[in-house]
């Protein structure tokens, strides 16, 4: 199934053509063009692309490329010079039974070990392959490859970063040599030298290989089994306690952790109950309250380590273990580089130390009772007494308060905080522990440039200067009570934390430190070196009128040749107290009308509005059904029994008489334009009260049109109705139909008659009629027919006959002589009526049961209304009292 | 197209008001007012006609998806064709286009309005019922007056009751409604100056 | 000329009054029916019914069309609230021209919801071409269509009564507004919330249409107040022998 996609998300199969799975949508083609693979994840190891930018450098200004061509050749004399004097230094350092175990790790797992590993361990590197992929990394910052040739000939393919300062730039086995053999010897004495400098004597050697393990590195095993031998008169009932080594744990850890069991004191450890790596911890306490050598707590420095998934208070608990505080080495280890462990283990062995469990909380403190005991807390205190905390804990934990392990100098847990425990093992850090913190160290004489850059940094504080240092408290109380600069070294990334080696440097009044040269240029790149002042006097005294008086010279790092920029300055404290504000809302009484009025607003919002009209009325079926029933029996006998009870009404209104009069005073045979412009539902009311009028007329010449669509209709019934009914005869009739468009087409049509309606070609104004009769049953329409026609119908008559309902709207029109009559209704048709000299109409015929049904509504609406007001008010009652 | 349809309702709409008040400056005002509104009257004509076709879609389609009460869409259409085909064939003055106004159109319509007068009854007798305020007993009181007032009783008038009745029509309810007419003239003013300058277009959507 | 001396004042008035409205909010009273109106807009989404606007009979080329062109300034805001619903609202006119700008509002209301696939042309329609032709037709409507409330906007007479009946019948909401004096009166009596006079004008302004509705509501005051003076100094005149 080529042709089928397999969505790399969700695993199911997509056709070849579907840009997104159609399960998970997730795209399954990359993307076009420049971006073809941009959304592709950044898999782990995966190299950053290269990115040349050498072609930059012509464009560099001149004082620059001057400038990066100085350092460019003295960083290769550098270089040059500190190979020829590690090559000088450890050629015949090497011991025959170390390296030989070496050897034969070199040689066996050289695919396994890495080759930053190699380094240190002494294994003989990897011939280095050309343009490695790592040097790539470095480029993407520092520009063209072949600006930074150097660096790439020393740096190591997949180097840690964090190990990048333990790499060392000449072969290694040398340096490991030396390492060994001087921790050979210490162990051999079992005393610490004092006479050498605690950075020198580096690895405590093992002397036989302890038992085979595939993941244990000969080197190291032979460290563990040399550290075992030396508690193994000791320690030899101990050794039940570890004998099941988790199964997590590595073949080579579980050898170590069963080689320092085996130097346990106390054979009721509940190794059941602890984590190996804690069992590890007892076996080294253990180990050290039994006056082991302090080599052996180096070689089980490892697995004292907490591990990455081990809490933090445990893993810096361990830490203390490792590195108690009141074994400070030379102040000179401070100053070079390692007083971040100075500043901040302490404290995190301190903050730690409150999430302890009671039993757990002494622990640590022991460990740091000869630390700082001005300003350290009661249980750091060097004078607590042992015996009191080790009543409380169990008598393998009591073997804490050795007096050996606290010596154990703590700065070099920060220098290896990245590096694995196991590594750590591997580290010269055993080393320390053979250097009692009470006996200063004295500062070596020389130098040693065939070191490591980790052990070039211990190596660079031994200046001539330190001893002078050394009297002062290690640990202050301000540094010890810092509690952010144990997060700021945890979280510091590693190249700072080799930055940062300068800082105490820098902090004292101490001179440059005289191995500054000894960190290699490539830690530096050459950009950045390109940039630094190249007249470092210039730079002095210009930094000499800054406003810090601190005139330290930085030596190292990115800020050399600078004075004075980092400065640590005491008077930076506050000197006066802090102005108090008061937390309290300074807001006027305006502001505070406003924000209540806000508020306000705000909860009206959120209130909701009763709508009290929004109650329902239900519907009455009985008494539709009774109107109806009323109504329509009352109507229909008055109807069918032709009653004439009501008299018809007299008196003649105004515009009934106006009415009256413009009929009579059409002349005969006159042309009359009458306007049907009502709805066939009252076509019975508008017949009767037209009928009349037009019975009044003689022989006019009648021209009808209508405004609404079925008005041409209603004036053939009309015309074949009450006009074919009345005794006139001799009707001209023209029914012009629909005139549509509403006003505008009345307005149109008023401008010019003829031109709208062909039929009546040859008039061209209203004012050609006699007369203008408009029929209608809305005061729209009536109002329509008068205000168009005003300009143009002249002093023609005009008429209108309306229904009931339209008539007030009308009268003003009457009243302001806009028209000259108005007959409304049934009622203005009756009027008219009477006044026709008695001809007989329909309006007679309706009157009864107009007049009838008229009473009834008024009765029906009066007691009708009065019962539904009191329904109405029972109900309100009623609800009133359901809602108390 | 909304900025085309627009510019065009309001050029039209300025041309006819200009030929109102302006004709007697720009005589050429009431020619093009003339020829707008013959124009809007044969457009209104055909939207007659539209409208007409619209109505016989509705139910039409009623029809087709037999929607309850489709039986009475089917006649609607049945009698509106018909009537549509007779009333051009046979013209409005024929003798069968009279039956069918005086047989059906007028009879219909009677009927609504007698539905309508038992409507405004049972309305007028549940006001009270629904909303007991002052207005309501007003409204109710005048209703009573101006039916009374627009009879004759079968024995004896009332002196006055007519007069009083008429003053009542013509000058209350008439300054009444003339205020409330008022009003709605300011609104339908502002309405359709809305309209005019594009504020408010109704025509070709937003 | 006076007529265009108050034509170009009120344009006056409405350019100046549109541009202050748009920076200072607008203080409406509040008018029961509008409210009602607001609440049964969203009471229609969530019961799955329909509203049936109602634009009347009023032709646009009379004095009418004001009304309806509000009607259609309120069917274009409601189109474009329930235009997603189950059951979109439908619009009848009496008036040809009007049933076709009907369409069209409904339509823009649809457009501008962003839904102008579900617009159906049918749901504007021509129920009849008379008063009482329209109400039978509007009265249907109501009745069939699973309808929850009718909204009345525009020109109506007395044949208001008549859908007021069918929504008593189907106890469904009923909200009415006239231009015409017979159809305000009918729909007083038959409604629980009727808006008389011009309140049927601020329907946009209630249903925030836009500035122009709320400044054609100033306008109006304006105007008004304009109207009061002129007649009571006209009525002082008269009294005084003046005029």
């Known amino acids: 199934m080529s042709d089928v996609i397999k969505c790399p998300v969700?695993?199911?199969?997509?056709?070849?053509?579907?840009?997104?799975?159609?399960?998970?949508?997730?795209?399954?083609?990359?993307?076009?063009?420049?971006?073809?693979?941009?959304?592709?994840?950044?898999?782990?190891?995966?190299?950053?692309?290269?990115?040349?930018?050498?072609?930059?450098?012509?464009?560099?200004?001149?004082?620059?490329r001057d400038a990066r061509d100085s350092a460019r050749k003295s960083a290769e004399n550098d270089a040059a010079q500190a190979g020829r004097q590690s090559q000088e230094s450890f050629s015949a350092s090497s011991t025959p039974d170390l390296l030989a175990g070496l050897q034969s790790q070199a040689g066996n797992e050289e695919e396994e070990t890495p080759d930053w590993l190699a380094n240190i361990t002494g294994a003989a590197p990897k011939p280095k392959k050309p343009q490695a992929d790592s040097p790539e990394v470095r480029w993407v910052e520092l520009g063209g490859a072949k600006d930074f040739a150097q660096e790439e000939s020393d740096a190591e393919p997949f180097t840690p970063s964090w190990l990048e300062g333990l790499a060392p730039t000449e072969p290694q086995s040398d340096e490991l040599t030396d390492w060994f053999q001087q921790t050979d010897n210490s162990q051999k004495s079992g005393q610490p030298e004092p006479q050498k400098p605690p950075f020198d004597t580096s690895f405590s050697a093992p002397v036989e290989p302890a038992a085979e393990s595939g993941d244990t590195p000969d080197w190291l095993k032979k460290m563990a089994a040399e550290s075992a031998q030396s508690n193994e008169a000791l320690f030899d009932d101990s050794s039940k306690t570890f004998d099941a080594p988790s199964t997590d744990t590595p073949d080579w850890l579980r050898q170590m952790a069963a080689e320092a069991g085996e130097q346990t004191n106390d054979p009721n450890v509940p190794a059941s109950d602890a984590s190996d790596w804690f069992q590890q911890i007892a076996a080294d306490d253990g180990s050290k309250n039994n006056n082991a050598p302090v080599i052996s707590a180096g070689t089980f420095d490892a697995p004292s380590t907490p591990s990455s998934d081990a809490p933090d208070w445990l893993r810096s608990m361990g830490d203390f273990q490792d590195h108690p505080q009141g074994a400070v080495p030379a102040p000179g280890a401070e100053a070079a580089g390692f007083s971040e462990a100075g500043f901040g283990e302490p404290e995190a062995a301190a903050s730690s130390a409150e999430n302890l469990p009671e039993w757990m909380k002494d622990f640590p403190s022991i460990d740091n009772e000869q630390s700082a005991p001005g300003a350290s807390p009661s249980w750091l205190k060097g004078d607590a007494p042992a015996s009191s905390a080790g009543a409380e804990l169990p008598s393998w934990l009591s073997g804490t308060q050795a007096p050996e392990q606290q010596q154990a100098p703590a700065q070099d847990e920060a220098a290896f905080g990245d590096i694995p425990g196991w590594l750590k093992a591997a580290a010269p850090q055993s080393s320390v522990y053979e250097t009692p913190s009470a006996e200063p160290t004295p500062a070596p004489a020389t130098l040693s440039f065939d070191s490591p850059d980790w052990l070039n940094a211990f190596k660079s504080i031994d200046t001539p200067d330190a001893p002078d240092e050394v009297s002062p408290p290690a640990f202050t109380p301000d540094s010890q009570t810092s509690e952010n600069m144990d997060a700021l070294f945890a979280d510091m990334p590693d190249w700072l934390s080799n930055a940062t080696d300068t800082s105490p440097s820098t902090s004292s009044t101490l001179p440059p430190a005289a191995n500054a040269e000894e960190i290699t240029p490539g830690e530096l790149p050459s950009w950045v070196q390109a940039m630094r002042p190249v007249d470092t006097g210039s730079s002095a005294r210009s930094s000499s009128t800054s406003l810090s008086s601190d005139q330290t010279l930085e030596s190292r790092g990115a800020l050399a040749g600078l004075q004075g920029v980092l400065p640590s300055v005491p008077g930076f404290a506050p000197t006066s107290k802090p102005k108090a504000y008061s937390i309290r809302l300074q807001a006027s009484e305006e502001q505070q009308a406003h924000a209540a009025l806000l508020e306000q607003i705000l909860a009206a919002e959120t209130e909701p509005v009763p709508i009290a009209s929004f109650s329902a009325l239900t519907t009455s079926r009985g008494l539709r059904w009774f109107l109806v029933a009323a109504v329509f029996a009352v109507l229909m006998a008055v109807l069918f029994m032709g009653t004439q009870i009501f008299p018809m009404p007299v008196g003649v209104p105004p515009e009934i008489n106006g009415a009256l009069q413009v009929s009579q005073s059409i002349p005969e045979g006159a042309s009359v334009l009458v306007a049907f412009d009502y709805e066939p539902a009252r076509a019975g009311e508008m017949e009767a009260a037209a009928a009349p009028l037009f019975n009044l007329l003689r022989q006019p010449n009648l021209t009808f049109i209508s405004t609404n669509e079925i008005g041409s209709i209603l004036a053939e019934r009309f015309i074949s109705g009450p006009l074919a009914d009345s005794d006139k005869s001799g009707f001209q009739v023209l029914n012009?139909?629909?005139?549509?468009?509403?006003?505008?087409?009345?307005?149109?049509?008023?401008?010019?008659?003829?031109?709208?309606?062909?039929q009546l070609a040859g008039i061209t104004s209203l004012s050609q009629f006699m007369a203008l009769i408009i029929i209608t049953d809305s005061p729209d329409s009536a109002r329509m027919w008068i205000e168009q026609t005003s300009f143009t119908r002249g002093a023609i008559p005009m008429v209108v006959i309306s229904s009931a309902q339209a008539a007030p709207m009308i009268q003003p029109y009457y009243d302001s002589q806009q028209i000259s009559g108005l007959v409304s209704g049934l009622y203005g048709g009756a009027v008219f009526e009477q006044s026709n000299g008695g001809i007989p109409g329909i309006t007679r015929t309706y009157w009864d049961a107009y007049s009838l049904g008229m009473l009834l509504a008024m009765v029906l609406i009066t007691g009708g209304g009065l019962w539904n007001l009191v329904l109405g008010l029972r109900n309100r009652t009623s609800m009133a009292g359901g809602t108390k | 197209m909304r900025v085309f349809t627009a510019v065009i309702a309001i050029a039209a709409g300025i041309l006819i008001l200009g030929g109102y008040f302006l004709q007697n400056i720009f005589p050429a005002l009431a020619d093009v007012q003339t020829l707008l509104l013959n124009w809007a009257i044969i457009m209104a004509g055909a939207a007659t006609l539209v409208g007409i076709f619209n109505l016989i879609s509705v139910h039409t389609d009623k029809v087709r998806r037999r929607e309850q009460g489709s039986i009475y869409s089917a006649l609607l259409v049945i009698c509106l064709v018909a009537a549509l085909l007779f009333g051009m064939i046979l013209r409005p003055d024929h003798s069968a286009m009279k039956v069918v106004m005086s047989g059906i159109i007028i009879p219909v319509e009677a009927a609504l309005m007698g539905i309508l007068t038992i409507s405004l009854l049972y309305a007028a007798i549940r006001l009270l019922r629904r909303r007991a305020d002052v207005m309501s007993f007003i409204f109710l009181i005048t209703a009573v007056l101006i039916i009374f007032s627009s009879v004759t009783l079968p024995f004896a008038n009332i002196p006055g009751l007519n007069t009083f009745g008429r003053w009542m029509t013509q000058i209350l309810a008439l300054g009444g409604a003339r205020g409330i007419l008022i009003g709605v003239a300011l609104g339908t003013l502002t309405t359709g100056l809305r309209v005019l300058f594009g504020a408010d277009r109704p025509y070709g959507g937003n | 000329m006076i007529e265009l001396i108050i034509i170009a004042l009120s344009l006056f008035l409405l350019f100046i009054i549109t541009l202050w409205k748009r920076r200072s909010p607008a203080n409406l009273r509040e008018i029961s029916a509008f409210t009602r109106l607001y609440r049964t807009l969203g009471l229609s989404m969530e019961d799955g019914t329909r509203l049936h606007i109602s634009l009347g009979r009023g032709s646009l080329l009379d004095a009418h069309g004001g009304s309806a062109l509000a009607g259609l300034a309120m069917l274009r805001h409601i189109a474009e609230r329930t235009s997603v619903s189950d059951q979109p609202s439908v619009a009848s006119a009496g008036d040809p021209a009007l049933g076709l700008l009907a369409q069209d509002t409904l339509q823009a209301g649809y457009q501008a919801a962003g839904v102008e696939e579900l617009y159906v042309p049918t749901a504007g329609r021509v129920t009849g071409l008379s008063p009482f032709g329209f109400a039978a037709g509007a009265m249907h409507i109501a009745q069939n269509e699973n309808v929850s409330a009718n909204i009345m906007v525009g020109h109506f007479g007395s044949e208001a009564a008549l859908l007021a009946e069918a929504s008593d019948r189907e106890s469904v909401i009923m909200i009415g507004a006239s231009d015409d004096l017979i159809g305000q009166a009918v729909l007083f009596a038959n409604t629980q919330d009727a808006l008389i006079g011009e309140e049927l004008f601020a329907a946009g302004a209630y249903l925030g249409a836009g500035v122009s509705h709320i400044a054609s509501l100033t306008v109006q005051d304006i105007l008004r107040w304009l109207v009061i003076l002129t007649l009571l100094g006209g009525a002082v005149a008269k009294f005084f022998g003046q005029i």
């Open chain 1, 10 to 64: 969700c695993g199911e199969s997509n056709l070849p053509d579907q840009e997104f799975c159609r399960y998970c949508q997730s795209r399954l083609q990359p993307l076009t063009g420049t971006l073809k693979g941009a959304d592709a994840a950044i898999k782990p190891g995966q190299v950053p692309t290269k990115k040349n930018t050498a072609e930059l450098e012509p464009i560099l200004p001149q004082w620059l």
């Open chain 1, 736 to 758: 012009l139909g629909y005139l549509p468009g509403g006003q505008m087409g009345i307005r149109a049509f008023a401008q010019n008659p003829g031109l709208t309606s062909p």
